[in-house]
């Protein structure tokens, strides 16, 4: 596949027109554990597996799913500590905009924020700060490849050297404001789509066709509490199921 | 700090230039230890010295280095123009009043918590601009703040504070305490040396207990059973430093609270209106917003006023400024 050789550097696009890195952002989001959300009338679920890698693990100190905002909780698939990172950044912004409009900000714009955020660092080092002329000294004591750096030569390079890779992680945004309970899906690209109902991660499929089966408009929030457990309950036997 | 950084950039590019002879590393050695003397007299004059050795790539860094000389120190207060607002005023250019809050604010603490008070009044000058301004600000909803000072610095602070606060919250999980809302407040205003002129009385009960303190615009701190600040507050401390006792009860604490914004209302001139208080206990929060009013406005004339009758309307007559000239052509084709 032509493919491979634009599979290192996130900022080429390989020639079928796509950015491998995120491809590859996607399959990391999906083998994280399974999670989903549902709209329901009143209000939104956001639902996830707590699997911890021993029982040794303190599973009070762990936690999925975080609080942005008082009316906007955010869950994740795939590398937590990805996560953490847009999880603060998030919180931020939220506060920055309550201080700026004393407001509460709004679902669609935290997740626009989030989203921005995610697809920088798809295509430039932006987030770091602008160290300047450190950045170059830095730059001198990594080993690329093919390239030969000149000293204080090109600035561009910084941005393929420092190591700067997509989000592993896809985001469910839970939030209830003014326009109602509303449910977003972030991917690592950093684009994002209103769902009424989504699952990410392992069993996606599984899940997606048990949560089309179960969807209705006018689901009242227990009912959406019971569907997702439901649904994650669903995925846990088909696993069991394959071991016996 | 400077020093180090012109140091580290010499000698990171003059090994990695692939010249690692002899010659280079002794040059390279012979500079850092000629640096520490040239930085001493002017970083200036360590450059140019830097430029006569006619190396291209040390040359180079020397330019990148006046860039970093350059930078300017981040956050606190920027003295940049203070030289030309000195030149203006000397020009006869005043400064435009701000508004203050000339002020009586208090807190106390009482058995169960801290009870905070505030007079409503905000002065720009000697004109009163806001007979009923709120001065206790919210930070946490465990921990309340009474300004005094300017309006504005006191707002802002308190509002950048609450929002830092409300982060912290978020990443630890917990309850804010009142000694983290007190260095936040301490260190911004020290920073900014006493230029951001607020003086705060910062109150709370959070899982140590209850706690008061007040903070002075250059950045001081008091922790205080019971504290009075503003222009009104030598008034409120008469009557603290009389009546206050351990152990107060609620309506006591509160009436104390009351009696010592009135005095500061009914004595000092930038104080006045009304009274607000706020009570804090663990686990729950009252503000009374004009808890006594003891200005209310007394006179008002029972006839009404009378304003004189407008003049009479004799006659109408509309003139036209321009005719109206209606041109009539033989029609286009087009039309009809």
Known sequence: ?244 | MQRKVALKITTTLCTKNGCLDAGTIERVQSLAFLIPQAFVANTQRSLHWFLRLRSSSIFQVCVMSKAVVDVPPKGGFSFDLCRRNEMLSKKGVQTPPFRKTGTTIVGLVFQDGVILGADTRATEGPIVCDKNCEKIHYMAPNIYCCGAGTAADTEAVTDMVSSQLQLHRYHTGRESRVVTALTLLKSHLFSYQGYVQAALVLGGVDCTGPHLHTIYPHGSTDTLPFATMGSGSLAAMAVFESKYHEGLTREEGINLVSEAICSGIFNDLGSGSNVDVCVITKGHKEYLRNHQLPNPRTYVSAKGYSFPKPIEVLLTKVTPLKEKVEVIEGGDAMEE
Do not use: C
Not at chain 1, 51 to 70: C, F, G, M, R
Not at chain 1, 109 to 126: C, D, W
Not at chain 1, 185 to 207: E, I, L, R
């Open chain 1, 1 to 244: 596949m032509g493919d491979s050789q634009y599979s290192f550097s996130l900022t080429t696009f390989s020639p079928s027109g796509k950015l491998v890195q995120i491809e590859h952002a996607l399959t990391a989001v999906g083998s994280g554990q399974t999670s989903l959300g549902i709209k329901a009338a009143n209000g939104v679920v956001i639902a996830t597996e707590k699997k911890l890698p021993s029982i040794l693990v303190d599973e009070a100190s762990v936690q999925k799913i975080q609080v942005l905002t008082p009316n906007i909780g955010v869950v994740y698939s795939g590398m937590g500590p990805d996560s953490r990172v847009l999880v603060r950044k998030s919180r931020k912004q939220a506060e920055q905009y309550h201080r700026l409009y004393k407001e509460s900000i709004p679902v669609t714009q935290l997740v626009r924020e989030t989203a921005a955020v995610m697809q920088e660092f798809t295509q430039s080092g932006a987030g770091r700060p602008m160290l300047g002329w450190l950045q170059t000294i830095l730059d001198f004591n990594v080993k690329l490849k093919k390239t030969k750096l000149r000293a204080l030569g090109n600035m561009s390079h910084k941005k393929t050297l420092l190591g700067v890779r997509p989000f592993g992680v896809s985001l469910l945004v839970a939030g209830f404001d003014d326009n109602g309970p509303q449910l977003y899906q972030v991917d690592p690209s950093g684009s994002y789509f209103s769902w009424k109902a989504s699952a990410m991660g392992k069993n996606v499929s599984n899940a997606k066709t048990f949560l089309e089966k179960r969807y209705t408009d006018d689901m009242e929030l227990d009912d959406a509490v019971h569907t997702a457990i439901l649904t994650l309950k669903e995925g846990y036997m088909h696993l069991k199921l394959l071991f016996f």
